[in-house]
């Protein structure tokens, strides 16, 4: 064979390996590497023209306005490390804003007669709300109802015959397929993004009840409330945070699943309030040791931690150290699908739980409450943190007879080892190492005495828990 003959079979070669590549569909490498050349040769690269096309008039745009005093910043807000909503923007520093203050997101309409989804942050404390269409019709809009726990907020326009979304099933969307988001990032309408699934059941800090879908979609400040979708067209969910160290898109985007929002609006647009199981427990994540140390062949369930007093769980003889391995008839495989499950029982229903105590399997009934709306977290003045990066401070009677308690110290301040423990500002020390707390004065001195190295058990009350949490001073 010639040279000039294997040039030519080389850049053959090197067209059909391209051929091969641009037909892949990355969900076959997240299920099993066989199945990748049989499905690159039988998929080609997505084309979301058509999307846009019978999707987009049904995305709008959401502006609110707040009533807010001139502010003078002394420097820009820094998104949190990990992850935030999305921004509205950040006014200019060191200037006085005007009055009032414009936010801007995204939102899609689910009912002809003017039903909106957006998300709750993007209308929370506004004074007024406008929703403009594709077609550049504006209306005024009412806020139906926000879930603050969820993020979700249903709006309200007068119109009839709007088009609208086609709602999906997040459970059949598999890691690796393309996804696309249409929304108004930086305030640029009807602008689509496109990626693919990078995670599903994502849990995030502070964030119990959404098991969010994680995409390498480009999700800017904006794009706050506007629709997930999969291939089909079907909305699969709302875009709601970013992890970003910058304020802009970094590779990160995080959508509420579509079935857990539709379930809110419902109640929203029913009740105007969203109704949720709870049984009053605290839990942890159950490790491998613990597992093998309770007996356990696998290591599944959520361990519970603490059991509030009086609460459901407590007369139904839940206690600290139970792992709940089934919860009304749905299995728990870890932590995090616990509270998704109670919340979705109605209070007042009679739940069997599946707990594992003292090596054998038991089971408990128990009469599930509702959750109750989150209270406002108690504030500290900032004081010097220990040995366990604890700052606290002397509880003013109107705290104590709101927590209903009669000693403790509240937590202002909370890092280093104490921050690694899971204590959080707000939350009331009320013993250590078995020893009632009564003074600032008394913790310091338990807790200076306390050589390096060596463990202190801090009782906490949390809201209506309480919870031993072991700190290491150091």
Known sequence: MTRKARVVLFGAAIVALLAAYSRIDFSTYAQAAPAVAATASARAMPDFSALVDQEGPAV?????????????????????????????????????????QMAQGSGFIIKPDGYILTNGHVVAGSDEVNVRLVDKREFKAKVVGADPRIDVALLKIDARDLPTVRI??????KVGQWVAAIGSPFGLENTIAAGIVSAKGRALPDETYVPFIQTDTAVNPGSSGGPLFDLDGEVIGINSQIYSRTGGYMGLSFAIPIDIAMDVAGQLQAQGRVTRGRIGVQIRELSAELAKSFGLGETRGALVAGVER????????????????????????????????????????????EVWRDGKQQTLHVTVGELQPEKVVLRAQPQERGPLGLAVQELTPEQRKELDIKGGVLVGGVDGPAARAGIRQGDVVMAVNGEQIESVTQFKSLVDKTPEGRPLALLIQRGEMRLYVPVTAG
């Open 60 to 100: 709008v745009n959401v502006t609110a306005k707040r009533a807010m005093a001139a502010v003078k910043r002394s420097a820009p807000q820094a998104l949190p490390q990990f992850p935030a909503p999305l921004p509205f923007g950040e006014p200019s520093p060191n200037r006085p804003q005007p009055m009032p």
């Open 168 to 173: 999906g099933d997040p459970n059949k969307v």
């Open 310 to 353: 009086d609460g459901p769980a407590d007369k139904a003889g839940f206690k600290s150290g139970d792992v709940i391995l089934e919860f009304d008839g749905k299995a728990v495989s870890d932590s995090r699908q616990l509270p998704l499950i109670v919340a979705a029982v109605k209070p007042g229903r009679d739940a069997q739980a």
